[in-house]
């Protein structure tokens, strides 16, 4: 590999994902594996270390760990087993984890709206305060965020995980902006319309909206984890050293049809 090409290798780097025990966080683990990066995956689902056992190779291995992103002490203690399985570094932090809820908003639970906002913005911040204090004292770090389309539309029927990825996009910026100077870049991919386990029941339980969400999508077909691959590798990589403070849309053109 020349000095050019090493630029967007992993080979050395050190990772933690959440929401890594199926789904995108997983095939966006698979990417950084194969890039060469060793990786722990920290999800709710005691199903994590099955996961990470499947992606585990001996140059590149991949650990598990179960915490609650949304339970600051579960938080806390699983972050502390990941940095300790990852030898006390870590270049390279995925806010993956993530749930949602579809319901009208005038009967949109309120336990539910705030569970959501625990998840997927509260402890997002909370994890990415835990990694940022580590990344800050080595000088070095990559945070990538899992944002959403609905960061930037109005999606109906999701007003919990629409407001929490709003959230999420505007972090982003926050953080790059007090980071980026003492080496930690921070930022977002907003995926489309993916296949996983998350909008399953869109196909089977309104397949009006799941042929009409095609017929917008310039590239013809859903998306899925492979998709995340490649931005996210490159996001992770030395090569997008001057990249930060950015939502990066992947949705085979939704967004601009
Ligand atoms: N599927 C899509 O179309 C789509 C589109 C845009 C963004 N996203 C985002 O991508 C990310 C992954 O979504 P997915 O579609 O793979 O969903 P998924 O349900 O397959 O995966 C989410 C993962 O998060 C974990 N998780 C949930 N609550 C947690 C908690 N409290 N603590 C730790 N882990 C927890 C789950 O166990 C699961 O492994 C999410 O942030 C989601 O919002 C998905």
Avoid at 47 to 68: I, N
Avoid at 149 to 162: E, K
């Amino acid at each position: 590999m020349n000095d050019f090409m090493k630029k967007f290798s992993l080979e050395g780097k050190k990772a933690i994902i959440t929401g890594g025990a199926h789904g995108l966080d997983y095939g966006i683990a698979e990417g950084f594996r194969d890039a060469g990066a060793e990786i722990v995956l920290m999800d709710i689902n005691e199903k994590v270390h099955e996961a990470a056992a499947s992606l585990s190779r001996p140059e590149t291995p991949v650990y598990g760990v179960v915490g609650d992103v949304s339970d600051k002490a579960s938080l806390e203690k699983a972050y502390a087993e990941c940095l300790e399985k990852l030898g006390g570094r870590v270049d390279i932090l995925v806010n993956g984890a993530g749930i949602q809820y579809r319901s009208l908003a005038e009967d949109f639970p309120e336990d539910m709206f705030r569970k959501i906002l625990d998840v997927n913005l509260v402890g997002l911040f909370l994890m990415s305060q835990l990694a940022g204090r580590t990344m800050l004292q080595q000088g070095y770090g990559r945070i990538i965020n899992i944002a959403s389309l609905s960061s930037f539309f109005g999606a109906s029927m999701i007003a919990g995980y629409t407001a929490s990825k709003g959230g999420v996009a505007q972090l982003t910026k926050v953080l790059s902006t007090e980071w980026a100077g003492r080496g930690v870049n921070v930022n977002a991919i907003a995926p489309g319309y993916m296949k996983t386990e998350l909008t399953a029941d869109i196909e089977t339980k309104n397949p009006e909206q799941y042929k009409s969400v095609i017929t917008r999508i310039p590239k013809g077909r859903w998306g899925s984890a492979e998709d995340l691959k490649g931005i996210t590798v490159f996001l992770a990589s030395d090569a997008s050293e001057y990249i930060t403070g950015t939502v990066i849309l992947v949705d085979g053109g939704y967004a601009v049809k």
